[in-house]
């Protein structure tokens, strides 16, 4: 129900941007966040945005990486800019989804997307 976009190769301090699309019935995106994992690594948060448009990032991506939503869209966007060799991993999104007003949230992660920096 999540699917991402946007991975691909680049050279170092060059950019990309992740897209996140919530597919099927959607009354709530809550808590969306972008994660990655790299080969013999544990996955990691990258970043992380609320409702209310707060985001969080590690040191590792902050200054560099970007988090925003389009609410009426059900989408979640990671900008990322100076890229660097060791941010090469698979990036997921992840989101609790609520399909109707009085189900419940439920967490779901996306099939993850390839983005390779190499010089």
């Known amino acids: 129900q999540l699917v991402e976009s946007g991975g691909g190769l680049v050279q170092p301090g060059g950019s990309l941007r992740l897209s996140c699309v919530a597919s099927g019935t959607i009354f709530s995106i809550n808590a969306p966040g972008w994660y990655r994992q790299a080969p013999g690594k544990q996955r990691e948060l990258v970043a992380a945005?609320?409702?209310?448009?707060?985001?969080n990032y590690p040191d590792s991506v902050k200054g560099r990486f970007t988090i925003s939503r389009d609410s009426a869209k059900n989408t979640v966007y990671l900008q990322m800019n100076s890229l660097k060799p060791e941010d090469t991993a698979v990036y997921y999104c992840?989101?609790?989804?609520?399909?109707?007003?009085?189900?419940?949230?439920?967490?779901?992660w996306g099939q993850g997307t390839l983005v390779t920096v190499f010089s």
């Open positions: 945005i609320t409702r209310a448009g707060s985001t």
């Open positions: 992840r989101a609790d989804v609520q399909s109707g007003r009085y189900l419940p949230p439920l967490n779901y």
